[in-house]
């Protein structure tokens, strides 16, 4: 029983949130809020991908932090250089592959 009501309740919640933002969709947001607004999306992926890069199996290690450092700055620069969304990712990922094979050993 106690399972039916924690489904039904997370059901009511997220109906409740929904609800919240089709109820205040005409009005607008305070100044502060929209004024922040446009940096949250860059700070979010921001907070996604720097533990990645810096611990990318949980702990910093030479092993796994190098070749994930490696690989970004490669991508960041072929992307710039090119502006070829996949030049970059690929060339990212071979850094990360040969640096990684270098790092662990042959």
Do not use: E, K, N
């Not at 990318?56 to 970004?72: F, I, K, M, Q, R």
């Amino acid at each position: 029983m106690g399972d039916v009501l924690t489904l039904v309740a997370i059901g009511l919640g997220s109906y409740a949130m929904r609800v919240a933002f089709l109820v205040a969709a005409r009005r607008r947001p305070p100044a502060p809020v929209t004024r922040m607004l446009p940096h949250i999306g860059p700070a979010v992926l921001a907070a996604i991908t720097a533990p990645a890069l810096v611990a990318p199996h949980g702990t910093v290690s030479v092993a796994g932090t190098v070749p994930a450092l490696l690989a970004a700055a490669v991508a960041l620069a072929a992307r710039r250089r090119t502006t070829s969304l996949p030049v970059a990712l690929f060339g990212g990922l071979a850094t990360w592959w040969a640096s990684s094979w270098l790092l662990t050993g042959f």
